[in-house]
T-cell receptor, first 115, second 111 residues
């Protein structure tokens, strides 16, 4: 099993450009989420999904869109990149749609710089 | 909204000393999870606590969940250089699928 795969690992964007961060998991996990990590601020939840066709906003959703057409894939779209979106982005997944039983499996991250 | 605070932000210890990080939530949690992130790496799940007053141990690591289910702690006995990294708590509220992370405690260990 590959676990959670994120691509690309590194990306530099110009302000105003759009792009999609890819996330795929092969563990048949129902729940997937996107976090951004900035120095001193921990991980902040952007969007999450409890199953195919279902998504919801997290703590910091502005400027990002998601969709969940399949169980395996959960892409994150930046609509018009801004320097404030420079960050490390982590995708995570876990079994079940109940929060009680399982921990998250994280991808290795995408380091995004917006200039 | 739900907030999870974690202290201290940094802790620098001599190898062999103990280490503790504390986590506090503004609301009652249904469960709390702990993760470790090595420098340059991604968070790795350590443990989950669900019951009020629960205590769990993993070798030199002891995890506690408060009686009111609003605070938690991670204690490492006799730190080793392999313990270096950032430790995060993450809390989930009742009837919520959101897992909110604390800001983390970065542990540095002097050999």
């Amino acid at each position: 099993n590959a676990g959670v795969t994120q691509t690309p690992k590194f990306q530099v964007l110009k302000t105003g450009q759009s792009m999609t961060l890819q996330c795929a998991q092969d563990m048949n996990h129902e729940y997937m989420s996107w976090y951004r990590q900035d120095p001193g601020m921990g991980l902040r939840l952007i969007h999450y999904s409890v199953g195919a066709g279902i998504t919801d906003q997290g703590e910091v959703p502005n400027g990002y869109n998601v969709s969940r057409s399949t169980t395996e894939d959960f892409p994150l779209r930046l609509l018009s990149a801004a320097p404030s979106q420079t960050s490390v982005y982590f995708c995570a997944s876990r079994r079940g749609n109940q929060p009680h039983n399982y921990g998250y499996t994280f991808g290795s991250g995408t380091r995004l710089t917006v200039v | 909204g739900q907030q999870v605070m974690q202290i201290p932000q940094y802790q620098h210890v001599q190898e062999g000393e103990d280490f503790t990080t504390y986590c506090n939530s503004s609301t009652t949690l249904s469960n709390i999870q702990w993760y470790k992130q090595r420098p340059g790496g991604h968070p790795v799940f350590l443990i989950q606590l669900v019951k009020s007053g629960e205590v769990k141990k993993q070798k030199r690591l002891t995890f506690q969940f408060g009686e009111a289910k609003k605070n938690s702690s991670l204690h490492i006995t006799a730190t080793q250089t392999t313990d270096v990294g950032t430790y995060f708590c993450a809390g989930a509220m009742d009837s919520s699928y959101k897992l909110i992370f604390g800001s983390g405690t970065r542990l540095l260990v002097r050999p």
